[in-house]
């Protein structure tokens, strides 16, 4: 898949038993107006706002599970693969994004946000604005969504084996630093609240 203009390559979002192998993702192309975080490949949450005029019913917080990225090749796009939004105390789980090489990637080359027993091993990420970005929250509220209130402390998720080289892109689209990997939590009471 190549030469995607203001989107994603690939969405998806409340599936299981996704397998995207031995794909090749280049060349993301955006209007100048357009600050949209754009990852080749998307895992999203179904939340209406971000998918609006479905029925009603798909609305019930189903979330992605059982999906691998394997053995695929991302170059030239703004972010590799990953997750941008979450909602609070539901999870993705057994992501694997694995055996995959990244080169001349934006922003995040995978971002793994509010994913539970989940591996990122084995990928090769050369020439990129950042590494690995593995978030149990989100700090800022713009794409965090309240749906339950159980917030698990164990991600259960393997960060390893993977080969990191990464640059500053210079770049006020991307905000993040040039770090190879970079876990993120937050503390939270029953009280935290959550608004958006």
Do not use: W
Request: with cysteine; net charge positive; glycine share 10%.
């Amino acid at each position: 898949m190549t030469n995607v203009k203001n989107g994603h390559h690939l969405a998806i979002a409340g599936c299981s038993k996704v397998p995207i192998t031995n794909c090749t993702f280049s060349k993301h192309y955006k209007s100048s107006s357009n600050t949209d975080s754009l990852e080749a490949v998307h895992l999203d949450i179904l939340q209406k706002e971000r998918f609006p005029g479905l029925a009603s019913k798909s609305y019930d917080g189903t979330m992605n599970k059982n999906i691998t990225v394997e053995n695929c090749k991302f170059k030239n796009v703004d972010r590799g693969a990953g997750t941008h939004s979450i909602f609070t105390g539901k999870y993705m789980s057994n992501i694997a994004i694995k055996n995959n090489k990244f080169t001349n990637i934006k922003g995040y080359t995978i971002q793994g946000s509010g994913y539970i027993n989940s591996i990122i091993t084995g990928n090769k990420i050369k020439n990129c604005g950042a590494g690995i970005y593995f978030r149990s929250v989100i700090a800022g509220t713009d794409t965090t969504y309240k749906y339950g209130n159980k917030i698990t402390h164990d991600t259960g998720t393997v960060i390893a084996n993977n080969t990191i080289s990464v640059r500053d892109n210079k770049s006020n689209d991307y905000g993040q630093t040039p770090y190879g990997i970079r876990i993120y939590g937050k503390k939270t009471t029953s009280s935290t609240n959550v608004s958006g």
